[in-house]
């Protein structure tokens, strides 16, 4: 399974919403505490480009000489329709410092070094430490997660259904009940699927045969399970 600090990593550097919680800006309205831009640097620092004027900011910008402690809340939500969408939350606490003329003109950028990390999604929740944060890896697919996992929604429901069928004593009770794929990473695919009789849904997690390091090696893995759920 990935590591908490990947799991980090990857949210971070995805497309997920991402809101800046600053003291003194709670009552801001959230797509004023939202950055342009997000990515991490070598020492695990994270950098973001906002409006010149937005209110975190300012706040940085008065801050100035003293510390600005805050907290990048981020959250992810499944890229198909599915119950319960939320995916899961990451949180990086640390101090904002403006770093001026690294952005272009009416943008700014701030480092937020990183104090304190953590997780809560799939596969449960988990604290990180920022060398752990910093030395991680976004995982290879972060990048075509969505597009990949729609395309498998819309176009291999079917065999997407038909993976039940590995599940032993379960598969019949699934036979007839909603099948979606839910999170895809480089060690497998993750199904959430729903049962015909009582409505209930429940997650399945189906391991490729070795980790995946880009979309040709995915695609060979997941026609292996296909290839699998049809026998």
Do not use: K, N
Request: aromatic share 4%; with cysteine.
């Amino acid at each position: 399974m990935p590591s908490a600090a990947e799991r980090t990593r990857t949210l971070v550097q995805s497309t997920c919403s991402g809101v800046l919680l600053v003291p003194g800006l709670e009552g801001t309205r959230p797509e004023h505490l939202m950055a342009d831009e997000r990515a991490v640097g070598p020492d695990g620092d994270v950098f973001l480009v906002l409006p010149a004027d937005s209110p975190v900011v300012r706040a940085a910008t008065h801050a100035q000489d003293d510390e600005l402690s805050a907290v990048l809340e981020i959250t992810d939500v499944a890229p198909v329709s599915v119950p319960q969408r939320i995916r899961g939350r990451a949180w990086i606490s640390g101090w904002l410092t403006r770093l001026p003329g690294m952005a272009q003109p009416g943008r700014m950028m701030l480092r937020l070094e990183v104090g304190e990390a953590s997780v809560d999604d799939l596969w449960g929740a988990s604290t990180v430490e920022p060398e752990d944060f910093a030395r991680a890896h976004a995982d290879p697919l972060h990048a075509q997660e969505t597009e990949l996992l729609q395309h498998l929604h819309a176009v291999h429901g079917e065999h997407v259904q038909l993976l039940g069928g590995l599940l032993g004593e379960r598969a019949a009770e699934l036979a007839e009940g909603g099948a979606v794929p839910l999170a895809l990473d480089r060690f497998g695919l993750r199904v959430r699927f729903r049962a015909a009789r009582t409505g209930g849904v429940f997650d399945a997690r189906f391991d490729f045969p070795e980790p995946v390091r880009d979309v040709v090696e995915l695609r060979r893995a997941m026609h292996q399970l296909f290839e699998a759920a049809a026998h």
